[in-house]
């Protein structure tokens, strides 16, 4: 039985780490978050201790080293921006760190967390999930043992629909969540460079607080992506059934079904790290990489091969009304 400690425990994911970590029969000895509505602890581990500030979060870790029950692994699911310092603290404590992507928000980030590590001579991991997800596993064996030269056309859209409490969060501040494409479509990107290979050409349509879109050229795909959280973007089929959430992923206009087996893929994720796998800062790196750019890119508009989607009429920030 492994010993864990969990930072970010108020926020939206941390079930599911929570969840994972009882699934694979180990113990949350403590929690972290600036916020106090965790009563989901109690559902899986009401005995952990719980911190609303760091340092005396930090302080009993300290105190449980020194009795014996040190720390095996550190969970993140803190904000974007938080990880990287996040990643340190549980590297610091002597444990490996398993943490909530984006893994970082910029790429030299990931290079001075390699130095880090090495120093500490404990891992971090990043929960890259869709890398377990049957179908995708599926998709990629089946362009492995296509073609050589072939390059597929492919449509991904993802839409989740969120309110204006977005935008007052940490999440709608670009500086911490890293914008749109990161905050939502991270992991998407992963799972698109790891099937079809690396980036070749990289165009933005539009980014925008509430929707991006653009064009990738990798190795063995030609990707037209679309990422929004505005409700009025859902496809027409989508809302008329009352539906909030909308995920699509086709290749040469095959649907590939994925939607299925979100919630578990966390669980398998620990699964594969407590068995000697999971996946490090280099499997991290293109992905961080490729949102990197896309945040800094100038979008180009409605300008050659777009995303149908992407032709949603623009609408102003919330909050510029106010």
């Not at 600036?34 to 989901?40: E, L, P």
């Not at 559902?43 to 952990?48: E, L, N, T, V």
């Not at 492919?154 to 629909?161: F, H, K, M, Q, V």
């Not at 299925?260 to 999971?278: A, N, R, V």
Request: proline share 4%; hydrophobic share 35%.
């Amino acid at each position: 039985m492994k010993n864990f400690a969990l930072i970010g425990a108020a926020g939206y994911i941390a079930p599911r780490h929570m969840k994972a970590i009882k699934d694979t029969e180990n113990q949350l000895l403590a929690a972290y978050d600036k916020f106090d509505s965790v009563g989901i602890i109690d559902r899986h581990f009401p005995q952990a201790d719980f911190f609303v500030e760091f340092e005396r979060f930090d302080r009993h870790v300290d105190k449980l080293k020194r009795k014996g029950s040190a720390l095996d692994y550190v969970s993140i699911c803190s904000p974007n921006y938080l990880h990287d310092s996040h990643i340190r603290f549980g590297l610091r404590v002597g444990a490996d760190v398993i943490c909530e992507k984006p893994l970082v928000l910029n790429p030299w980030n990931i290079d001075a967390l390699e130095e880090v590590e090495r120093e500490s001579g404990k891992r971090i991991f990043n929960i890259l999930q869709l890398r377990l997800h049957p179908s995708i596993i599926a998709l990629k064996k089946r362009v492995e043992e296509g073609p050589k030269d072939k390059v597929y056309d492919i449509d991904l859209a993802y839409i989740t629909s969120r309110g204006h409490w977005y935008y007052t969060s940490w999440k709608g501040d670009v500086s911490k969540s890293g914008g749109i494409a990161t905050n939502i479509g991270v992991h998407f990107y992963d799972m698109l460079t790891w099937v079809f290979g690396a980036v070749q050409s990289n165009q933005v349509h539009i980014h925008t607080h509430d929707r991006a879109a653009g064009f990738l050229g990798l190795k063995r795909a030609n990707v037209r992506w679309f990422l929004s959280i505005n409700a009025d973007t859902l496809p027409t089929h989508i809302k008329e059934r009352g539906g909030t959430t909308y995920r699509s992923l086709t290749m040469e206009s095959e649907e590939i079904e994925f939607s299925d087996g979100f919630t578990e893929l966390h669980t398998e994720s620990y699964k594969d790290i407590l068995s000697g796998k999971g996946f490090g800062l280099q499997a991290a790196k293109s992905s961080i990489e490729l949102v990197h750019a896309i945040r800094h890119k100038k979008p180009i508009g409605l300008q050659g091969d777009y995303h149908p989607l992407a032709k949603g009429k623009l609408v102003p920030h919330p909050f510029d009304k106010q």
